[in-house]
């Protein structure tokens, strides 16, 4: 496993936190997503020549976990930029919404390192 590609690619979670904090992500995430899940591929794809799928799923699931804990963290700042938000984080009663993206944030993690080191191999197998 080549750790330092897995942590470096990991902080794309992080910015994707940072921006969805701020309220850059409201009609573009799954876009910017897609755009960091192709980079990621090439860049798996281009240095690393084995356990190609078990990057690409680390990965994912570090992307969900940094996601999540920088909503977390800035709740209060994430709901005051994204307002729409605000109705579906307070259907949720079984918890402090704020804890929420703590626990949904590994979950998406998991689903999207799936489909990350899937892509992966399929960029492995496109740039050879």
Known sequence: MNWMIVSILSCCGL???ALAV???TQ???PFLWLLFA???ALVVARNVEGKIFLHGLYIGILWGVLNGLSQCAFFDSYIANN???KENFDKVTFMPA???PLLTGPVIGV???VALGGICLVAKKMVG
Do not use: Q
Request: aromatic fraction near 14%.
């Open 15 to 17: 910015l994707m936190g």
């Open 22 to 24: 701020n309220g850059y």
């Open 27 to 29: 009609k573009i995430e």
């Open 38 to 40: 192709v980079v990621t």
């Open 83 to 85: 307002p729409s938000l």
């Open 98 to 100: 704020r804890f929420f």
């Open 111 to 113: 689903a999207v390192g």
